[in-house]
């Protein structure tokens, strides 16, 4: 696909994909922590609450994703550091990974909520529909794989966050000012 903008002269990302980058690592860390408490808490109005919250955060974090997704194909990001070849391999299969979790465990995420038969209405305003027929061995075979598939996102993003303090504190190349808002 051709890219809209040319790569910045400064090196760094746009304010945009700051921005979609951050609001997405901030939501994607506070939606897994929420699952993880959800898990833990025996049935009760605050867990159907939460439920419900970490639903809207799943959508939240799918629309976030589909514009960071638009905006990356049609905004080129800045030059790749000089780095071992087998780093670069790795770093782009992460972030390309990582793309595909962005949308993979939310739709999981719906389709299980739908089959379930607990529909998602967004903000306890916009109803929406289901992504799935209601059927409880559907819900039960989905459900395992939206776990699974959270737990692969999280290891990636430990890896992705592995990754950048190596370029800050051991390469020291500013790898990492790159994205950081507010610099430049």
Do not use: E
């Not at 746009?14 to 609001?23: M, V």
């Not at 439920?51 to 976030?64: D, E, M, Q, R, S």
């Not at 719906?110 to 967004?122: M, T």
């Not at 289901?130 to 996102?153: E, R, T």
């Amino acid at each position: 696909m051709a890219h809209a903008s040319p790569t910045s002269s400064t090196g760094r990302y746009s304010g945009t994909a700051i921005a979609l980058h951050w609001l997405l690592a901030l939501g994607i860390a506070g939606t897994f922590g929420m699952g993880l408490w959800l898990d833990a808490l025996p049935m009760s109005p605050l867990k159907f609450k939460l439920f419900n919250w970490h639903k809207w955060a799943g959508v939240t974090i799918l629309a976030l994703s589909v514009l960071r997704l638009v905006w990356r194909l049609s905004h080129r990001p800045p030059a790749d550091l000089p780095m071992p070849r087998w780093q670069a391999v790795v770093a782009h299969g992460t972030h390309h990974l990582l793309y595909l979790l962005f949308f993979a465990v939310p739709l999981l995420g719906w389709a299980y909520s739908s089959a379930a038969g607990r529909p998602i209405v967004l903000f306890g305003v916009l109803p929406l529909p289901d992504f799935v027929p209601v059927d409880p061995a559907l819900a039960d075979a989905i459900k395992p794989w939206h776990g699974s598939l959270a737990w692969a996102m999280a290891l990636l993003v430990a890896m992705h966050v592995a990754g950048a303090l190596k370029h800050q504190l051991i390469d020291k190349d500013g790898l990492i000012g790159r994205m950081l808002p507010g610099r430049g």
